[in-house]
């Protein structure tokens, strides 16, 4: 087991849980068995769910907890409750090494408060992000913040970038991603003043590891030009869900303006087309900046998007993602040298 | 001719200018024959355009006018050389009562700096907007500020309401639009202070032409729950580029993936549908706040496109939309009375 991957997953989170999390293992079993499972959640329910999984039995550890946290309840209430939830003690086994990173389904920001609470941030990092992964023309984003930080620094996004550029080339096979801010147009002197002095630092070419390509605008955010689009929490969290609700918009006007789609999604290269777009390839939100990694599944996802999860996680660890963050931001304090 | 609505329009402006405004003016008069146009521009071009459109001669004069704002000019820029160009004697005539409303496909930064210049903003409102269209399932969303303030405070916020409120009303036939703030979440402790602050005012039930609903996030923009989004220019601009390039990728993606979706395109009912996302129904942005009201075609729209906007201006000036804006905000000055 030396060389596998541990993920502490918190198997009560999200909806249909535990029985989503335990059917999403058994999917990511059939193609990587490189990973090992510490279960956290209520023994005797997680037990029968096992019992009828003889498969993943091997690859599994169950460690009780008496309390779970509910998917609407306030961050505050979440955490004051926290130690004995299964979200809880799955963070804090990251602290005790038990496990390289955490899995979670369950409330976003009860996760987020919880993970601040128990693990440190990377020294240097004062605000951990929540990134996500966008489909473009090429492949996939990573975008940051999707919605931890509403308002941010100059220091924050510069953090932002180095995280999320660190993040894709742990996920992809990619030694420069493309790195861009998030803006309203493309000159110069577009923007507010914090993304002014963000572009100014990060054009002056002091991160000698990072990619900066200058602006975006999200009409190009799904063009592929980029590969990590930074900006505030607020900006990101609007723009994906607005993608979102753009995307249904038109697949529930295609639909009903066509009873003959169903044919048509036989065809072979539509259902490549839709296989791109599948929400659960996107499933996985990353938690970055803090000293070991959270990872958080979609809460409504099925089996197989958290099985996609499972897979990031895998990546994540073993690409080593914090030490390339932490030996990317040590390269150079771009606030100080400015 | 005295119940007509004249319309100023900036024949140089945009893309295929002026063979695009002349094909444009073309079509309208098909369907509407209640308006008039003062053409200003280079008249030797504008007359010989005219003489092989004998049937739209009868409902346009020419002003000639001997510069140009470049669509790629900057706002300053295009200011400082203004008075003898096509754009600035539009706008111009607006405040000799020569005309109702104006209308320019060119460049949009020119055009706002130029329109506030010439013309003085409505008592109370310190900023003007760019108000757009947006399709939803039920029919459109005006959705306002798209790009002109980056900063706003609960004060333009709340101005923005009550414009947008009014274009609605002027647009469409209802009496009690609904209004919303865009935000990352429903609960009132979600955003920054600015929107805290700005919900608090509009949920005071102040405001009495207004029908405020709370939050809306991104991912129902586009639900038809609301008809009105306020939002800041920063963040309105970055949505609805978002949206558009959601929308193009998708497009693209199916086209790509289908060669035979020109057969598809035959059926009605998709062809229904492909008319309701139709951007050019879209076309036409409302600058809102100014005594007399501008209207922004986009500079790449074709003559169709063109043709919808001159319905947005006629709408907007047989509705009365400055009064129904004026009277909007005498109601009650939200912050004097809180």
């Not at 004995?84 to 408060?113: H, P, R, V």
């Not at 220091?155 to 096979?173: P, R, T, V, Y």
């Not at 801010?181 to 990072?210: F, P, V």
């Not at 009409?219 to 505030?232: E, F, L, P, W």
Request: proline share 3%; charged share 25%.
């Amino acid at each position: 087991m030396s060389n596998k991957v541990r993920i502490a997953i918190d198997a009560m989170g999200g909806e249909n849980a535990p029985k989503k999390i335990l059917d999403g293992i058994e999917i990511s079993l059939k193609t990587n068995k490189e990973n090992f499972f510490y279960l956290y959640g209520q023994e005797n329910i997680l037990k029968r769910e096992l019992s009828i999984r003889k498969k993943i039995n091997d690859f599994c550890e169950i460690i009780n907890c008496n309390d779970i946290i509910a998917d609407d309840e306030s961050p505050l209430s979440a955490a004051k409750k926290g130690k004995e939830t299964s979200m809880w003690k799955a963070i804090e086994s990251q602290n005790e090494k038990a496990c390289d990173i955490s899995l979670s389904a369950g409330n976003t920001g009860a996760l987020l408060l919880i993970s601040k609470l128990i693990l440190k941030t990377i020294e240097g990092i004062s605000k951990p992000a929540l990134a996500g992964l966008w489909p473009n023309k090429n492949n996939m984003n990573v975008v940051l913040d999707l919605g931890a930080n509403i308002e941010c620094s100059e220091k924050n996004l510069i953090d932002f970038a180095c995280m999320g550029s660190a993040l894709f080339k742990s996920l992809f096979e990619n030694d420069s991603p493309k790195v861009a801010l998030l803006n309203i147009g493309l000159e110069e002197n577009k923007g507010n003043d914090i993304l002014k002095k963000t572009y100014a630092i990060l054009k002056s070419n002091k991160l000698k590891n990072l990619n900066f390509c200058g602006y975006i605008e999200g009409n190009r955010i799904m063009s592929g030009d980029v590969d990590v689009i930074i900006t505030d929490g607020f900006t990101g969290n609007i723009a994906l869900k607005t993608a979102e609700g753009t995307a249904n918009f038109i697949k529930e006007g295609l639909k009903k303006s066509l009873n003959r789609l169903s044919i048509l999604l036989s065809f072979n290269e539509l259902r490549k087309f839709r296989s791109k777009l599948d929400p659960r390839k996107y499933n996985g939100a990353i938690f970055l900046g803090l000293q070991s990694p959270v990872v958080k599944s979609h809460g409504s996802t099925d089996p197989v998007g958290f099985a996609h999860s499972i897979e990031v996680c895998h990546k994540i660890v073993k690409a080593k993602l914090i030490k390339k963050i932490e030996s990317n931001l040590i390269t150079v304090d771009p606030l100080d040298k400015q």
